[in-house]
């Protein structure tokens, strides 16, 4: 496994700045858009106290994005405000979701192009005998294969399982902030 992510590792890592700096740019992306959707519900969650107010029953601290200096109720504006910062966390959630294909085809295009280069000179160097006796098409063919495989396997950690565990660490810090500890190890 081990040996696995390091040749993963090696390949995503490979090339000049411009290529290091979209695999950067694909984990950014990534943390973005997990904040972005980690932040969607406590917005959501503001606007609704804030539309449904009581100033009876409100706590000193009930506000996570904004707070009123006098503790009651939020104005008019503040509400509208809430309800932009809202919508705006949830345009950029979308956002990010959707820009997240740009730097990972790039990425994953390097990748593909370096196994194949690779095993394409590896071939070429093999001896005439080796030629003569395989089908060489045949190789071909299931190189391609394998470094198409070795795209999706890439988009699987890369869009599904790092991005999980990336929000998982969120949620539970959110949890661990907002409420108790018992909480968020429930």
């Not at 601290?61 to 809430?82: A, K, Q």
């Not at 198409?148 to 902030?177: C, D, G, H, K």
Request: net charge negative.
């Amino acid at each position: 496994m081990m040996e696995m992510c390091r040749i993963m590792v090696d390949r995503i890592w490979r090339g000049g700045l411009y290529d290091k700096s979209i695999a950067i740019l694909n984990i950014v992306i990534i943390f973005l858009v997990k904040g972005s959707n980690t932040l969607v519900p406590l917005a959501l969650k503001e606007v609704v106290d804030a539309m449904v107010c009581d100033e009876s029953a409100l706590p000193s601290d009930s506000s996570f994005f904004l707070n009123s200096s006098e503790g009651g109720c939020p104005e008019e504006s503040d509400v509208y405000l809430m309800i932009f910062i809202y919508i705006f966390l949830k345009f950029l959630s979308q956002f990010f979701f959707y820009i997240r294909e740009v730097p990972f085809a790039t990425m994953s295009a390097s990748a593909e192009l370096s196994i194949s280069n690779e095993v394409f000179n590896h071939v070429q160097s093999q001896s005439l005998a080796f030629h003569l006796n395989r089908a060489t098409g045949k190789v071909i063919t299931i190189v391609s294969r394998g470094a198409s495989q070795f795209t999706a396997i890439v988009r699987l950690l890369n869009f599904n399982l790092i991005p999980l565990t990336v929000e998982l660490l969120m949620v539970l810090l959110v949890f661990a902030t907002l409420f108790s500890y018992a909480f968020m190890l429930v």
